[in-house]
């Protein structure tokens, strides 16, 4: 029995959902505006839903395509068991097409340890010399935050209430 999140942008809240079956297709109203729809939220790494509970700064990322989501999650899974482990051009074509089928952009750390993967290098040096950089850095940009660099938007709210979906 699956629980969704939603986002409403009018109220700038997250809203949680409890359905009864896996329910994929249902889009509820807003419980605070009435009339607006709402956007289903995808959690898109274990990663970073960790970072989220710790507090950190990925909570009040925005919705993304489930439909997106679910085509790039299995293209990696049918993908990620045929590349050679020591090819690390392999690994960061992989990569890039899953920064391309979910529309999400790298960090310029992360950007920079790939291009030097594609060029051959040794991930494990990579790593080596770009680890705090990359730790330090969110791992993917989205346009919004691309757009304004310079005035981040405030989390949003998140209603803990739990509504029938």
């Not at 956007?39 to 395509?65: L, Q, T, W």
């Not at 051009?89 to 391309?100: F, G, H, I, P, T």
Request: include cysteine; glycine fraction near 4%.
């Amino acid at each position: 029995m699956p629980i969704y999140e939603f986002y409403c942008k009018d109220c700038h809240t997250v809203y949680k959902f409890f359905s009864r079956t896996v329910n994929t297709e249902k889009i509820p109203n807003c419980p605070n505006c009435k009339d607006v729809k709402l956007k289903r939220n995808v959690s898109i790494f274990a990663s970073i839903s960790k970072r989220n509970e710790e507090g950190g700064e990925d909570a009040d990322m925005p919705p993304m395509d489930e439909s997106k989501m679910e085509q790039a999650m299995a293209m990696l899974a049918r993908d990620a068991d045929k590349i050679d482990e020591d090819d690390p051009r392999q690994a960061a074509n992989l990569m890039r097409k899953l920064s391309d089928a979910t529309g999400l952009k790298m960090g310029p750390g992360m950007e920079e340890a790939l291009s030097r993967m594609e060029r051959g290098e040794d991930p494990e040096k990579i790593e080596e010399e770009m680890g705090d950089l990359l730790e330090e850095e969110e791992p993917f940009l989205f346009d919004e935050q691309k757009r304004s660099v310079a005035k981040p938007k405030p989390k949003p709210k998140v209603d803990d209430t739990l509504y029938d979906l």
